[in-house]
Structures are given as C-alpha cells and as structure tokens.
C-alpha cells in the first residue's frame, strides 16, 4: 500500500473536528468503510494498468511475429514388423478448403509439416503393397503434434484359384473307374458308364478301352466256353470235333469279339465321333427305364453329348459280320446271315440294356454304394 494515500487518510482524521462528547469507538466504525473503498479503487488501477501494458505487449508481438500462430505435425511410418518405411506418399488434409498438402517419408521413416494453421486435420499414408492408412488430430497455435506411430498393413490378395481338369483327364479317370466294374467280382464290364454327364472319350482313349477289353483273361477264358459249348452242339459243323474243331471254334469266337469290338467300340466310334458306351440311367419309373434301355440299343450319345442313331453300333455289327464271312464255313455265310445276324445282336443289345438298368449295378461290388443320376437329356 502506498504511503502516500495512508497520510492522506491520517491527516483527515486528524483535520476531523473532534466531538468530546463521543466515545472514541464510534469515530473508528466511521472511518473503515473509507479505507475498503479506497484500497479497492487502488487495486483496480493496477489492475487495468497491467491487462493494458499485457495488450500492447501481445499486440507489438503480434505484429513483430514473435507470437506463434502455426505448429507442427510429425509422424513415423512403420510396417507389421516395426520396420521404417520410406518413401511412403504422405497427404496432410484439413477440415477447411485449405489445399491438401503432400510429401514423402525419409529414409528414417519420419515426416513433418511445418508452419500447419491450427485446427482438425487429417493425414493419409500409402504406400505401394500396403493398405492405406489415416491418422487424424486437433492442432493447437505454436504445438508440436507428434502423430503416433503409423503401421503399415500388407494388402492382402485374394486370388481365387480354379483348378479345371482337361476333359481328356476327367475321361482318363472315368475309364480307369470303368474298368474296376466287374459283375460278380471278375466278369468285365467296362463299356458302361455310371456317371451322369460323362466326359466324351477321344479316339486314344476308344481304343484304350476295345483293347482292355478284348484283351481282359476273363473274356478269353468266356470264349473259351463258348466255343465248348458250340463243339458240344456241334455248332459251325464243318469245323469238325476234337482239338482242331475247338480250336476253329475258339479262334472264331475270338474274332467275332475282336472285330465287334474294335470296329463297333473304336473305328466307327472315332470317325462318327459317337460314344460306344451304355449310359445307366438309374431312375424313373420301371416303364421308362425299360424304354431307355430298348432305345439305347440303337441310339448312341455323340461326342457333342446329343444323342443321334447308333451308326457305329449299326454298322459295326454289319461290318463284322461280314468279315466272318472269311473264317465260318460256307455253310454258315451270306449276305442274309449277316444282316440276320445284325438284327439278333440288336435285340440282345436291348435285353442286355434292360439287364445292364436294373440287375448288373447289384452285383458290381465296387458300384454296390455309388448313387446314380440320370443323363441330363434322354433320346
């Protein structure tokens, strides 16, 4: 307090004219509410003497830039395994119309933007094989913002792989199953297919097939029997008894099964592109199953996998019944046994069709659990 004003205050009360008659209590309740009032005043002029010399103070800082108005942000970029990573394309946006601004990271990782107006913003990290990355803020007048580390994450590539068997392979592997199909465990039964759709067969894989087939012991030892059979009855009698009329027998039987099966099951197959197998349709009702089995004894799935005439079939069984013509005793040849011939063995095609739909499948042990499923189209 100043001394001044207390002298001042002193010598009022002494110039104060003195009333004897008053106790001296009253003339002190008298003075203190002139001393609060006047310790007040003195305290709110400095006060306004100091906000006023603050203002010029800031004002003339202003002026000569020593104020910061701007700050800085900062920043590190590092992968998945805590690697720096450089060069990474870094864009500091903010949230007003201010143009974006772009730089790349050092060699250490860092960035900085400097001279930044205060206020919210926005930084974007790429970088090519990683994922983008936002890191975002409020930056304050003369402040250095440290963004925390920033962390890179790998693009991850969803490649989606197709793995399409070549119709030869799939073909390839339908055959291989075919030919584990026995009737009772040894009799060949390779010229079905349980598959529904099956992959159509190349001209290699017809061939393939006609030679398993008619190569398979089991049908070799099958000829065999027949031509007893045939010696027993006498069958193709020119042939004679004995070894030699079993052995004519046994060669015949042979050719007849070659020559049907390598010009049914694989010439006329290839050169008409038709497919030499029996498709199992394995539902329906009775009636129609029967239906299918008759009508595929002559017709055929082409290798477009439409179903035409059975011209291989046809022709085949024409065709090797005229090469017997060479090898059967004269007795047994003509233009008309073929032909008869030929009808015989589309109608045994057919009872075997019917057998092949509803008994065969029962007593092939490795189709015993396979479910079947019709062709997608029928004749």
Request: proline share 6%; hydrophobic share 40%; with cysteine.
């Amino acid at each position: 307090m100043d001394a001044e004003p207390i002298r001042k205050l002193s010598a009022i009360e002494i110039d104060k004219p003195s009333n004897s008659s008053a106790p001296t209590s009253e003339r002190c309740n008298l003075s203190e509410p002139r001393v609060v009032k006047i310790m007040m005043m003195i305290l709110m002029r400095r006060f306004a003497v100091i906000f006023a010399a603050t203002f010029v103070w800031a004002a003339a800082a202003v002026a000569q830039g020593q104020l910061p108005t701007t700050g800085t942000i900062n920043g590190t970029i590092v992968d998945a395994s805590g690697a720096l990573v450089s060069g990474a394309h870094v864009r500091l946006t903010r949230s007003d119309s201010s143009a974006p601004v772009d730089i790349t990271s050092g060699e250490d990782g860092q960035f900085a933007f400097a001279h930044v107006m205060p206020g919210e913003f926005h930084v974007t990290v790429t970088a090519p094989g990683f994922n983008t990355q936002v890191a975002s803020g409020v930056l304050h007048a003369g402040e250095t913002f440290t963004v925390p580390a920033i962390t890179m994450r790998l693009v991850t590539e969803h490649t989606e792989v197709k793995v399409v068997a070549d119709r030869e392979e799939i073909a390839e592997a339908q055959i291989k199953e075919q030919e584990q199909q026995r009737v009772l465990g040894f009799i060949p039964n390779f010229y079905v297919s349980y598959v529904p759709d099956a992959a159509p067969l190349n001209s290699k894989q017809k061939f393939e097939l006609a030679w398993r087939s008619t190569l398979d012991p089991v049908n070799i030892v099958l000829n065999g029997v027949n031509a007893g059979l045939e010696q027993a009855e006498n069958a193709f009698g020119r042939y004679g008894q004995g070894a030699q009329g079993y052995g004519k027998r046994l060669g015949a039987s042979l050719a007849d099964s070659a020559t049907s099966t390598f010009i049914g099951g694989y010439i006329l197959p290839s050169l008409l592109k038709q497919d030499p197998r029996y498709f199992y349709k394995g539902t329906g009702s009775v009636k129609s199953r029967v239906l299918y089995a008759i009508a595929m004894s002559v017709v055929a799935r082409g290798d477009n996998q439409r179903w035409q005439p059975n011209y291989s079939g046809i022709l085949g069984s024409l065709a090797g019944g005229g090469i017997s013509n060479l090898y059967y005793p004269p007795n047994d040849r003509g233009v008309g046994l073929v032909f008869e011939g030929t009808g015989i063995g589309i109608a045994a095609t057919a009872a075997s069709n019917i057998f092949q739909e509803f008994i065969v499948k029962r007593f092939t042990p490795s189709l015993a659990n396979r479910r079947s499923s019709p062709p997608s189209s029928q004749p």
